[in-house]
């Protein structure tokens, strides 16, 4: 992952609605959620939604993908992962800290 898409990814995930999108996507997992589901369970305006879930796109943490006559939107794990592996790349000197993640069907 580049510097610039981290400090693309990281920008749009420093703003707390943002982010509450981006964390309710990780726990739906990879059926993802209507716009419709995620306001609801959000309590968030279908307008300001709009608004987050196109800057989460543009960041490429969240896709979108039509079913039918729904949008559903999932968080791009691949993205995460990369954003998250890039971020810890020389934690303890270099060397690897944790084992990989094996139980985690998204990881």
Known sequence: MEE?????????????????????????????????????????PASTLSFHLKELANAGLVTQE????????????????ALLAYLTENCCQGQACLPAARNCPNC
């Open 4 to 44: 610039k898409d981290v400090v693309r990814a990281l920008a749009a995930l420093a703003q707390a609605a943002r982010l509450q999108v981006f964390r309710t996507l990780v726990v739906a997992g990879p059926e993802g959620l209507t716009p419709g589901a995620i306001a609801e369970a959000l309590e968030v």
């Open 66 to 81: 039509r079913e039918g006559r729904y949008l559903i939107y999932r968080a791009a794990f691949e993205r995460m992962n």
